[in-house]
């Protein structure tokens, strides 16, 4: 079984203009997927913000500018390597989960 993991970062907070620039990013709301190759396509996400350092924007690219893939790379590198391997070993729980249940919740007939 294969798990293939996938950003959503496409919601962010901006400032209108900071620094004589506009629409100037600093939280990046993010949602990590994880989806498993079997039949049932059994799921899993976990979501957070990442905050964006704004005080240097002598790099800045405009929002227009802007793709996904710019954004996942900060979030990664803002989160770090190690809490990104966190999250989807994270992911990779619920879907076993999913799969293999060690707690089922069950309503009793009245």
């Given amino acids: 079984m294969a798990i293939t993991y996938t950003w959503d970062c ?3 907070d901006t ?6 620039k506009s629409d100037v990013i600093f939280n990046v709301h993010w949602r ?10 059994n799921s899993g996400t976990i979501y957070g913000v990442e905050s964006i350092n704004t005080d240097d924007l002598s790099t800045f690219t405009a ?6 893939s ?4 900060w979030v990664e590198s803002g989160l770090g390597e190690e809490k990104v391997k966190e999250l989807k070993s994270a992911l990779d729980n619920q879907i076993a ?4 249940p060690t707690v089922v919740t069950k309503t009793i007939g009245v």
């Fill in 97 to 100: 989960e999913k799969i293999t």
């Fill in 10 to 12: 496409k919601t962010v």
């Fill in 70 to 73: 710019d954004i996942i790379g």
């Fill in 63 to 68: 929002f227009a500018d802007l793709k996904e």
């Fill in 15 to 20: 400032y209108p203009t900071k620094d004589k």
């Fill in 32 to 41: 990590l997927n994880a989806e498993d190759d079997t039949k049932d396509k």
